[in-house]
């Protein structure tokens, strides 16, 4: 009788057994599939992304456009939100490389009536202005600035003249009997009212 319950004790513990190496097996061949199944590339739906077309030539520089050059100030700008821009000469005279970001764009230099240097991208994407105390980058097509508020050692060294310019006026001002106003965006100096009874 002792064989039956021997008999009895190895089926059970073989069919046990067979139970967990059927639920390990599965567990232990997961990973394996995984690794072994590779994804198909995505094909991209659609037509393809066009190629940008290459930029116009460049035109011979005018003398006006080649003075205008010679007014720019080249180096680094260094703009509002820790940005910077930087001004190289193209190899094309009378052209300019304005590198923002990633970007590089071939400008053109105009004089404007008021002084103002228009530096004018050939693709007609971009403007940067060049005025006494900044410069900015602008969007033309979106029509809004790209950086401001960017400061060349040219326009920091203006602007120290410019103060020292204005207290000099001031001075002068208050010397002459005339009254200065604090407001650093207007000219600085204001008429005294007049006295009565003089």
């Excluded at 703009?79 to 970007?103: A, H």
Aim: aromatic fraction near 4%; proline fraction near 9%; include cysteine.
């Amino acid at each position: 009788m002792k064989i039956i319950p021997t008999l009895t004790l190895l089926i059970s513990l073989a069919s046990a057994g067979a139970v967990m190496a059927q639920s390990v097996a599965p567990a232990a061949a997961k990973p394996a599939n995984k690794q072994a199944v590779k994804k198909a590339p995505v094909k991209p739906r659609g037509k393809p992304a066009p190629v940008p077309a290459p930029p116009p030539p460049l035109a011979d520089a005018t003398e006006e456009q080649l003075a205008a050059t010679e007014r720019a100030y080249l180096g680094t700008y260094d703009c509002e939100f820790k940005q910077s821009v930087s001004i190289t000469r193209n190899i094309k005279p009378g052209y300019l490389d304005v590198m923002w970001q990633k970007d590089t764009f071939t400008m053109k230099p105009v004089l404007s009536s008021t002084g103002a240097l228009r530096l004018e991208d050939v693709t007609g994407r971009t403007l940067m202005i060049q005025i006494a105390n900044k410069s900015m980058l602008m969007d033309t097509h979106v029509g809004r600035r790209l950086v401001d508020e960017c400061l060349h050692p040219e326009h920091r060294a203006a602007i120290e003249a410019a103060k020292i310019a204005r207290a000099a006026a001031a001075a002068s001002a208050a010397a002459s009997g005339l009254e200065v106003e604090a407001d650093a965006s207007s000219l600085g100096i204001a008429p005294s009212p007049a006295k009565r009874g003089s």
